[in-house]
């Protein structure tokens, strides 16, 4: 940036004294506040973000320099809530996404379907994904196939639920032509959110914590290595114990083979 596109130190200082008359003004709010969802409170907590942001770039922009603090934005949290004290009723809405990670286990699985339904008029349906999309979603319910993804070809992306008040519930049929169009952001009692990207976070931070551990001398690759013979041997004990019996992951029946134990993989 040039020195005449940089703020004056003026402009700074004065975004310095919004950014108090700011912090003022929520503490009051918080002080006066009539219940944990007081539409006052989130007004100043949306004020206080805003001049916090302006006086960190005004200051960066002049100074070069940051502040220690980080507010989330009012994109990042929901309105307040001001649906009915005691609802009546409620609504859950789910979205939950998938990738078609393996198609053939997919359509495999919907011809057995097929198979195993009589009555089906439809025995081509499994020859497409879409149709063995259909096929699955008809047999199984949301939840189950949700906990048995990776068996159907799926894998997890996003998910969120969502569970909204109301005063009372809605007739029959009254919404099924657009079942997610009237949703109204401030009667949602709470929402719960599955992405990947909070992995990711999280994994950096372990990075973070590993890279720290190597600079202080710490031996991550000595203690990887036997923490796996700690746990092959084990295995092999099992082996042994069972006297060889067959089960996923075991490869050929004869005395010259060896038995490979299944991958144990752990869902979230």
Request: proline residues 6%; aromatic residues 6%; negative net charge.
């Amino acid at each position: 940036m040039s020195d005449a596109a940089q703020p004056t130190a003026a402009e700074v200082r004065a975004a310095a004294e919004a950014v108090k008359t700011a912090l003022d003004r929520h503490l009051a709010a918080v002080e006066r506040r009539s219940g944990e969802d007081d539409p006052a409170v989130y007004d100043a907590f949306n004020q206080l973000a805003a001049a916090a942001e302006a006086y960190d770039e005004l200051l960066y922009d002049r100074y070069d320099e940051v502040t220690p603090f980080e507010i989330p934005g009012a994109d990042d949290t929901l309105p307040p809530y001001t649906g009915p004290e005691e609802p009546s009723a409620l609504s859950v809405l789910i979205r939950r996404d998938y990738a078609v990670a393996e198609p053939q286990r997919l359509m495999a699985h919907a011809r057995r379907i097929e198979a195993a339904d009589e009555e089906s008029t439809d025995m081509d349906a499994s020859g497409t994904v879409h149709g063995a999309l259909s096929l699955l979603f008809g047999e199984f319910e949301p939840d189950e196939i949700a906990s048995r993804h990776k068996e159907f070809g799926l894998e997890e992306g996003d998910s969120t639920l969502w569970v909204t008040a109301a005063d009372e519930a809605a007739d029959p049929g009254e919404w099924l032509e657009a079942p997610f169009e009237q949703v109204d952001p401030q009667s949602v009692v709470c929402r719960f959110d599955v992405s990947a990207v909070f992995d990711d976070e999280f994994d950096d931070d372990l990075d973070d914590d590993d890279d720290d551990e190597e600079e202080d001398g710490g031996d991550a690759d000595g203690d990887a290595a036997e923490l796996d013979e700690d746990l092959a041997a084990e295995l092999d004990e099992d082996d042994t114990e069972d006297g060889g019996t067959e089960g996923d992951g075991a490869e050929g029946d004869g005395p010259g083979d060896t038995a490979v134990p299944a991958r144990l993989e752990a869902d979230r």
